[in-house]
C-alpha cells in the first residue's frame, strides 16, 4: 500500500499567515492526490484534486502543488473559517490511502 | 445533491450490522460509491468501494475488512449497503458513504454524506 506522510500533524498559525502543509507519498503517484479539509463533527470537504484542481466554490487563498511524491497544500492568508484538520488522499492504487492529517490552531 | 447514511448503532463484537447510503438529487447509477471511516479522534481509512453499474458494479475493499466487510448497491432505489460481519472492537467509528468523481488524472471524493457511527462492545 502507498503510505502518505504529512507534516506537520499540528501547527498553530494566526490570522493571515501563510500556511504550508506537506504530504509525501511512499510511492509515485503521478498527480493523483487531493486535499480535503474537516471540521469537527462534519464530513471532510474536497479542496483540491489532481494535486492542483481547485474544486468549485473553493476560496482561491487554497492552492495544491507538486507531483510523485511530494505534494504542499498552501493557505496563503489563513482565515478564521481555515482553523481545521486538512488530510490528503491517494487514488492512484489500491488500497486508496490517507495521510495522518495535519490540525491548524489558533495561535 | 445528498448521501445520507443509516443503520449504526451499538453491535456487540462478532455480530453483523448493515449500513445504508440512500442517494438523491444525482443519477446515482452513474458514480462509484465508496465508504470511508473514522475511528474516534484519529484520521480517515478507505473501507471499500463498488463501481458504477456501467463498470460492472464491481467491489474493491481494504486488507482491514476483505472478507468481513461486503458493498452492494440497488441501482433502482439509488441505495448502497455495506454489510459488516464478524464485527471488532477496532471497527469502532463514523461510517461515511462517499460518492466518487473524476479530475483529469484520478478520481476524488465529491460527496460525503454525514456518517453513521458504529460501535463495537459488550
Known amino acids: 500500500a502507498i503510505q502518505l506522510t504529512q507534516s506537520p500533524s499540528s501547527l498553530s498559525a494566526s490570522v493571515g499567515d501563510r500556511v504550508t502543509i506537506t504530504c509525501r507519498a511512499s510511492?509515485?503517484?503521478?498527480?493523483?492526490l487531493a486535499w480535503y479539509q474537516q471540521k469537527p463533527g462534519r464530513p471532510p470537504k474536497v479542496l483540491v484534486y489532481?494535486?492542483?484542481t481547485l474544486q468549485n466554490g473553493v476560496p482561491s487563498r487554497f492552492s495544491g502543488s507538486g507531483s510523485g511524491t511530494a505534494f504542499t497544500l498552501t493557505i496563503s492568508s489563513l482565515q478564521p473559517e481555515d482553523f481545521a484538520t486538512y488530510f490528503c488522499?491517494?487514488?492512484?492504487?489500491?488500497?486508496?490511502?490517507f495521510g495522518g492529517g495535519t490540525k491548524v490552531e489558533i495561535k | 445533491v445528498q448521501l445520507v447514511e443509516s443503520g449504526g448503532g451499538l453491535v456487540q463484537p462478532g455480530r453483523s450490522v448493515r449500513l445504508s447510503c440512500t442517494a438523491s438529487?444525482?443519477?446515482?447509477?452513474?458514480?462509484?460509491v465508496n465508504w470511508v471511516r473514522q475511528a474516534p479522534g484519529k484520521g480517515l481509512e478507505w473501507v471499500g468501494l463498488?463501481?458504477?453499474?456501467?463498470?460492472?458494479?464491481?467491489?474493491e475493499y481494504a486488507a482491514t475488512v476483505k472478507g468481513r466487510f461486503s458493498i452492494s448497491r440497488d441501482g433502482s432505489h439509488g441505495i448502497a449497503y455495506l454489510q459488516m460481519n464478524s464485527l471488532k472492537a477496532e471497527d469502532t467509528g463514523k461510517y461515511y458513504c462517499?460518492?466518487?468523481?473524476?479530475?483529469?488524472?484520478?478520481?476524488?471524493?465529491?460527496?460525503w454524506g454525514q456518517g453513521t457511527l458504529v460501535t463495537v462492545s459488550s
Open positions: 438529487g444525482f443519477t446515482f447509477g452513474d458514480y462509484n
Open positions: 463498488i463501481r458504477s453499474l456501467g463498470f460492472g458494479g464491481t467491489t
Open positions: 462517499v460518492r466518487e468523481d473524476y479530475g483529469a488524472y484520478s478520481p476524488y471524493f465529491d460527496l
Open positions: 488522499q491517494q487514488f492512484d492504487s489500491f488500497p486508496v490511502t
Open positions: 510511492l509515485g503517484i503521478s498527480s493523483g
Open positions: 489532481d494535486a492542483s
